[in-house]
């Protein structure tokens, strides 16, 4: 167990619906991560929040977005779903806001299937 | 743009053989890191190397980083049918200030009892 939880661990839903993905990093983590894994394009790093604050931007789209709340948890969004959308959505935490450790604690993911 | 690449993509073998993984880059990174994901988890991190020919062991797999910091090897020596998984290189660094983190293309293991 990595102390980094994610909900829901699988979801299911059609074309052009939005959904909302969510993320507790370890107790003490101020830096979440969100990764996003499909078989063709291995492991993808889209977004880095920092303590509230927007660290680093990976290859997100537009039609992704994510925020940090105060109790560090975090959410990441995803509208106008397309079937290229499914795949696995990783969140991970790391203590520091760098990534020179490059020590990250990943959570078991949400599968996302877009019909 | 840095990329991390991984080679064998996929390897086969019969328990208590030996085998070595790869991670190869043109850039040099500030450390390097080594997961193990198994179906239905996330990665797990099995290593850290930060110094250039730094040479660490786990039980039965050795991890050596590079002299110049592109590249590193992870060797498993007597792999078990417990060591299945896919196996991902990462590597920590900046580029024009900014931090990048990135993983490699990944090898997924498969040892038979």
């Known amino acids: 167990d990595s102390g980094v939880t994610q909900t829901p661990k699988h979801l299911i839903t059609a074309t052009g619906q939005r959904v909302t993905l969510r993320c507790s990093p370890r107790s003490g983590d101020l830096s979440v991560y969100w990764y996003q894994q499909s078989l063709d394009q291995g492991l993808q790093f889209l977004i880095q929040?920092?303590?509230?604050?927007?660290?680093a931007k990976g290859n997100i789209l537009e039609r992704f977005s994510a925020q940090q709340f105060p109790d560090l948890h975090s959410e990441l969004n995803l509208s106008s779903l397309e079937l290229g959308d499914s795949a696995l959505y990783f969140c991970a935490s790391s203590v520091v806001a760098g990534w020179d450790t490059g020590e990250l604690f990943f959570g078991e993911g949400s599968r996302l299937t877009v019909l | 743009t840095q990329l991390l690449e991984q080679s064998p993509q996929f390897l086969s073998i019969q328990e208590g053989e030996n085998l070595t993984v790869y991670c190869n880059s043109s850039s040099v990174f500030s450390s390097l890191q080594w997961y193990r994901q198994e179906p239905g988890e996330g990665p797990v991190l099995l290593v850290t190397?930060?110094?250039?020919?730094e040479v660490k062991k786990l039980k039965r797999l050795t991890f050596q980083f590079g002299d110049a910091r592109k590249d590193s090897s992870l060797h498993i020596t007597a792999a078990q049918p417990g060591d299945t998984g896919l196996y991902l290189c990462a590597g920590a660094g900046t580029t024009s200030g900014t931090y990048k983190y990135i993983f490699g293309t990944g090898t997924r293991l498969k040892v038979l009892a």
């Open positions: 190397v930060v110094t250039g020919g």
């Open positions: 929040y920092y303590n509230g604050e927007e660290r």
